[in-house]
């Protein structure tokens, strides 16, 4: 179960990935950067909190916009075979911004398909093509 928020996205963790996704597609660049992980194990079992930070880049009229925001992941883990899997997410959004930039730059080598260079250092940069 992963829960943003009524207006964002509730629903299965299949689903969230899928969403994320189709909302980056639409932006010209992002980053995310996950901060402060604190987790609590218990066996077979686990908590944790971590803060995350993604800002994304986009074009609104003829303008640079980047939105920018602000969230802490409360998430309960369980180890099923082996391996530990993700089972419930909350998504707490602190706070949020949006706002006009003017780039310093062109940023064309990063690459969110296997054209960007990490493929050609990692086995495979993206694990959701390994579960």
Known sequence: MADYGASVYQGNGPGVIDFIC???AKTLHHSHQVTNILIDL???RAG???????????????TLQQVTVWTRYIDRWSRRNGR?????RLAIRDFDE???VVASGDYG?????????SYAVLKDPNPRTNL
């Open 48 to 62: 944790s909190e971590s803060y995350a930070i993604a800002a994304l880049r986009f074009r609104r009229a003829e």
């Open 109 to 117: 080598t990063g690459r969110r398909d296997r054209s960007d260079p």
């Open 84 to 88: 530990w899997g993700l089972d419930q």
């Open 22 to 24: 189709a909302q980056h």
């Open 42 to 44: 218990d066996g077979d």
């Open 98 to 100: 949006v706002r006009e």
